[in-house]
């Protein structure tokens, strides 16, 4: 069996990752209102900095340091991983935002926010992988 380089280890993990992070875009993230996408948080999340509204603005943050992520070519491996680990983190904030729990319509988070989330992971494993490629080299 051939061994996978680490170009195409980067190419195929990243590719997935924006993958699933554009279709949970596409997708409700709450399972009771289905009208809300996952657009809608990515345009509108930054608002929570306006609002009050920390958990939302945290986790919209995501976003940013997701893109940095896979933008930031020149930026060591074991760096990426870290930024990659601070991404899903800060991702997880959003379970903290009061629409999820204390919803009018009680709203729980839905498929979009779990895709979203499956997408940081995916970032995740695919920079370990490297980073573990790397250090067979040495």
């Known amino acids: 069996m051939k061994k996978i380089t680490f170009h195409k280890v980067l190419v195929i993990g990243i590719g997935m990752s924006f993958l699933l992070y554009v279709g949970?875009?596409?997708?409700?993230?709450?399972?009771?209102?289905?009208?809300?996408?996952?657009a809608l948080g990515f345009l509108l999340g930054w608002s929570g900095f306006l609002?009050?509204?920390?958990?939302?603005?945290?986790?919209?943050?995501?976003?940013?340091?997701?893109?940095?992520?896979?933008?930031?070519?020149?930026?060591?491996?074991?760096?990426?991983?870290?930024?990659?680990?601070i991404t899903c983190c800060l991702s997880?904030?959003?379970?903290?935002y009061e629409e999820f729990i204390f919803g009018e319509r009680g709203n729980v988070p839905g498929i979009g926010f779990f895709v979203w989330v499956l997408s940081f992971l995916t970032i995740i494993i695919t920079f370990y992988i490297k980073r573990r490629q790397e250090k067979s080299l040495l």
């Open 51 to 85: 609002d009050n509204e920390p958990f939302m603005a945290i986790s919209w943050l995501a976003n940013v340091t997701f893109l940095l992520s896979i933008l930031v070519y020149a930026v060591p491996t074991k760096r990426r991983l870290i930024l990659a680990t």
């Open 92 to 96: 997880l904030f959003a379970l903290g």
């Open 24 to 38: 949970s875009m596409f997708l409700p993230m709450f399972s009771s209102d289905k009208s809300a996408l996952g």
